[in-house]
């Protein structure tokens, strides 16, 4: 039988869609998910959101595609801010394909100075999600700088500002749904971590793939990129940012681990990294925001995908993600709170109001996530049965989600 296209395939319709064009019948395909069949027939028919992050990752590899085929890129048509961010995607790409630190770059571009300023402007964009304004800049600059690597008079300063340039473009490709291209960009920063020599700029470039695998699905590879990041960096734990990187790369491990089916390992790691932000105490180092508040954010999310949403509410109730004076940490605290308590099935009207905060925080970002949209839709589903309010379906229709 061969499923009909809608206009807006839900997830489960493009999970419908790969199993039906492969012949598989439910129990076969939930089988090879290591799921059972009344889990993914609920995820088909849209009766249980696929907003799990790992649950994907797992329903992906049995369809032999990857998550972000089945999360799809969908983006309100109303929001051109979200729709130019998207635009931009093709531009960053050729721009990060033709970043080759072998070949001589572009002749001459803009005095360092001046590509300075703009990264801080980029990077003042990223933290607060704003996907178009960074989609705009990400091409010259990248060109900027790699000429400015081969032709400036300051070429240690080049790199180091084209690492932080190529960390974002991957940051930014991840969150707009686009894994392959974040990998790309990962793997241009770690070219030119390698060009600097410098051994938490390294480190930096492997969190950068490592979260870039997972966006993939690949939590083996994160998982093995995050830790041997930690153990080559630990000889350098005396550098300035060396401490908050490992950190940050323990948390990777965390989240990876948890991908692999072993939450002992995950909540190990996590231990691990709070440890560490108990002595670092909140940081701004390489733009992470290693710290307790964002260790805890980082927890959230690992325990709402990992099916203890309970848990997860639990953190958030102890966590202040005002500590965090910036966007993109805290969209994440509000859309995998959300997450958790839509899960709880009790906590709906919390988790509406969370999204709602979430949208306010970060609009672009939460309007081209595929993970808010399956909980607001399983919310709006619910809300025909219970009291739901406008806010919510405002909420959707904004979206596009009905």
């Known amino acids: 039988m061969t499923p009909r296209p809608t206009a807006d395939p839900t997830v489960g319709d493009r999970i419908r869609d790969r199993r039906l064009r492969r012949g598989w019948s439910i129990r076969y395909a939930a089988s090879r998910a290591g799921v059972s069949h009344a889990t993914w027939s609920r995820i088909e028919r849209g009766l249980q959101a696929a907003d799990n992050r790992f649950m994907l990752a797992d329903l992906a590899t049995a369809l032999d595609c990857s998550p972000a085929e089945l999360a799809g890129t969908a983006v309100p048509a ?16 050729r721009a990060l394909v033709d970043l080759d630190l072998s070949a001589p770059g572009p002749s001459e571009g803009p005095p360092l100075a001046e590509l300075a300023r703009t990264v801080a402007l980029l990077d003042t964009l990223r933290q607060a999600c704003d996907y178009a304004g960074a989609g705009r800049l990400l091409p010259p600059l990248l060109r900027g700088l790699h000429a400015a690597v081969h032709t ?51 480190g930096y470039a492997a969190y950068a793939r490592a979260c870039a695998a997972n966006a993939c699905g690949s939590y083996d590879r994160g998982y093995l990129l995050a830790e041997r990041a930690v153990d080559a960096l630990r000889p350098h734990a005396a550098r300035p940012g060396a401490p908050e990187m490992i950190g940050s790369l323990q948390l990777n491990c965390a989240y990876a681990s948890r991908g692999r089916k072993r939450p002992d390992d995950s909540r190990a790691w996590s231990d691990e990294a709070a440890a560490l932000a108990g002595r670092t105490g909140e940081t701004t180092t390489l733009g992470l925001f290693f710290g307790p508040t964002n260790v805890n954010i980082w927890r959230i999310g690992i325990e709402t995908d990992g099916d203890d949403p309970g848990l997860a509410a639990s953190i958030a109730r102890d966590t202040d993600p005002a500590a965090l004076p910036i966007g993109f940490r805290q969209v994440f605290f509000y859309t995998d709170t959300a997450r958790a308590l839509a899960r709880l099935r009790d906590r709906d009207r919390e988790a509406i109001r969370l999204l709602l905060v979430a949208e306010r925080v970060a609009p672009q970002h939460v309007h081209t996530s595929s993970l808010v949209r399956e909980t607001a839709r399983a919310l709006l589903e619910r809300s025909r049965r219970i009291a739901g309010g406008g806010e919510l379906r405002a909420f959707c229709g904004r979206l596009q989600v009905g």
């Open 78 to 93: 109303g929001d051109r801010d979200a729709v130019a961010a998207h635009a931009a995607v093709n531009a960053v790409r």
């Open 152 to 202: 400036g008079t300051d070429r240690a300063e080049a790199l180091r500002l084209l690492c932080d340039v190529t960390f974002i473009a991957s940051s930014v490709l991840r969150n707009l749904g686009h894994p392959a291209e974040s990998w790309l960009g990962a793997e241009r920063c770690r070219d030119v971590a390698e060009a600097a020599e410098d051994p938490v700029l390294l």
